[in-house]
């Protein structure tokens, strides 16, 4: 699977838009980008994933650029609930793996979102 | 709805002792992934099972074991437990025939080995 690269850390006024930004270069044309969430000591949080076009659920946006090479997620109006470890992940799509099942996630560094009062 | 469940929530136990944890996943979904995240790291990926059969595994110690029952729970056996073991253990499943084959976690089950 692509690596991804992620800010260390980034701050969010609240109320504002926070927009995240990853970086997957290696990208192949058959891999997904995931965005999950940690709140601390939580179990991580699906947020919303893409393949190429854009993509709006409950509770984000997720921008991919035409080439893939990078995304960006946001929220569109941050709370401090959404204070987290913000993962962004790229994976093989069903189908294209080396066999049933080969479809874990790897988590990287991530970002850590501080939403600021 | 239904969420995955893992039991026990907080687990204490000696070195070189033997723990046990499950995980019951959601409703339907066929298969499981087990992941370790030790104090200040990410999560690590450890085992996975499709229809009860092991189907990738990552950095998971020769002391550790997991299966995938008939109902499709599994559970995570650590044996000879060291102090490097006390993390947080999520347990996770998804639906293979999905598309993006969404993973979804528990709440985990945090292991403090004395």
């Known amino acids: 699977d692509a690596k991804t690269t992620q800010p260390p850390s980034m701050d969010c006024a609240e109320g504002r838009a926070a927009n995240l930004p990853c970086n997957h270069s290696t990208i192949s044309g058959n891999e997904y980008v995931y965005w999950y969430r940690q709140i601390h000591s939580q179990g991580p949080q699906y947020i919303i994933h893409?393949?190429?076009n854009n993509e709006t659920n409950e509770m984000a946006s997720l921008i991919i650029t035409e080439d893939r090479k990078s995304s960006t997620l946001i929220l569109p109006h941050a709370t401090l609930r959404d204070t987290a470890v913000y993962y962004c992940?790229?994976?093989?799509?069903?189908?294209f793996g080396s066999g049933a099942g080969s479809y874990q996630l790897t988590f990287g560094k991530g970002t850590k979102l501080s939403v600021i009062p | 709805a239904a969420g995955v469940i893992q039991s026990p929530r907080h687990l204490i136990k000696e070195k070189r002792e033997t723990a046990t944890l499950k995980c019951y996943p959601i409703?339907?979904?066929?298969?499981v992934y087990w992941y370790q995240q030790g104090p200040g790291q990410d999560p690590q990926f450890l085992i996975s099972?499709?229809?009860?059969?092991?189907?990738d595994k990552g950095s998971i110690p020769d002391r550790f074991s997991a299966q995938q029952f008939s109902d499709y729970h599994s559970e995570l056996n650590m044996s000879s437990l060291e102090l490097g073991d006390s993390a947080l253990y999520f347990c996770?499943?998804?639906?293979?025939?999905?598309?993006?084959?969404?993973?979804?976690f528990g709440a985990g089950s945090r292991l403090t080995v004395l």
């Open positions: 099972f499709y229809e009860k059969m092991q189907s």
């Open positions: 893409g393949l190429k």
């Open positions: 992940i790229v994976r093989v799509a069903l189908g």
């Open positions: 409703p339907r979904h066929d298969t």
């Open positions: 996770a499943s998804s639906l293979q025939g999905s598309g993006a084959n969404v993973l979804t």
